[in-house]
Structures are given as C-alpha cells and as structure tokens.
C-alpha cells in the first residue's frame, strides 16, 4: 500500500459497532459514499429476461452473507441447487449447473409439460448466472424532493390597481 492511499483511507471514519461484525462499513462523510471492509459477502444471481425478441441479464436476487468467503461459495453452491427464476418449480425442473470459475456457475433448468393444444410433450429452458461477489463500494440513493414551485407573479390586471407589491 502506498502512502497516498493510506492517507485516503485515513479520512473515512468507521460507521456502527467497531469490531462487532467482520468488514464493518467505512463511510466518507463529506458525499454519504461507503467502502465496504474486507468480509461484506453477497452471492448474486442474474437470469435472463425475455421481452419477444429482447433478451438481456437482470439482476433477480442479492443475498447478504454473513461470515467470509468460503460461507459465501458454499451459499451459492446452494443457490445452484435449488433457486428457480419465478416461472419455473423446482420440483418440477431439470437441472445443470456449470461452474465457469472459482465464484461463479451458469444453471440451466429445462421443464417438459404435455400440450393439449399441440397434442404433443412441449420442452421450455431457461438459464441464470450465480456470482460470488465482495462488496467494495456503495453509495446511497440521495432523497427525491418534489419540484420547488415557482413565484407567482401578479396578473396584468392586479399589477395594474397595484396589487402586485
């Protein structure tokens, strides 16, 4: 670590209880950013959305870990075996999970159901992402406020017999 960077870290102050939890939060109070301690763990899980031709990655689900990093892989393992995207039953769905690194798999889940209208065994897939991530940086939504309304100004007419002061 260089000295400039230690002197960075030096102007956050430690928010909550000081060593009662691993990977306490450091808070910059001049802009309400904080950068995380070493130990905030979430396993996070991507699937695809389908919108007729478009298809892109949505974060669905964020999951806070607590403890280190092996809680958190083991977690997610976990997360590979059972967590569906809304329109699937787990029950009821094949699976196939594919490690792609250390901290991150690719899950295929298939299900097959018989259509009346077709008359014949109809095939669905899907795939999400499951990720391995710490936590290194936040920073807080700023509040929304309503629009300040603008000064109203006396009419022609008011301002005429003097009524616009």
């Given amino acids: 670590m260089t000295a400039g960077r230690a002197t960075d870290w030096r102007r956050y102050r430690l928010v909550g209880r000081a060593g009662s939890r691993p990977g306490g939060q450091l808070c910059s ?21 389908n919108y007729g031709s478009d ?26 075996r059972t967590w569906c995207p809304s329109q699937w039953e787990p029950e009821e769905s ?9 901290t991150s798999w690719l899950v ?3 299900d097959e159901w018989w259509s009346e209208y077709s008359g014949a065994i109809r095939t669905s897939e899907g795939h999400f992402r499951v990720t391995v991530a710490r936590l290194v940086h936040a920073k807080e939504t700023p509040p929304a406020h309503p629009p300040e309304k603008p000064e109203k100004k006396a009419g022609v007419i008011r301002r005429a017999f003097g009524g616009g002061r």
């Fill in 29 to 49: 109070p001049q802009n309400g950013e904080i950068t995380a301690g070493l130990f905030q763990w979430y396993v996070l899980v991507e699937a695809n959305s």
């Fill in 55 to 80: 298809s892109y990655g949505e974060l669905k689900k964020k999951h806070h870990v607590e403890g280190d990093r092996s809680a958190a892989l083991s977690h997610a393992e976990e997360i590979c």
């Fill in 94 to 102: 094949g699976r196939t999970v594919f490690q792609t690194s250390e």
């Fill in 108 to 110: 295929e889940v298939t």
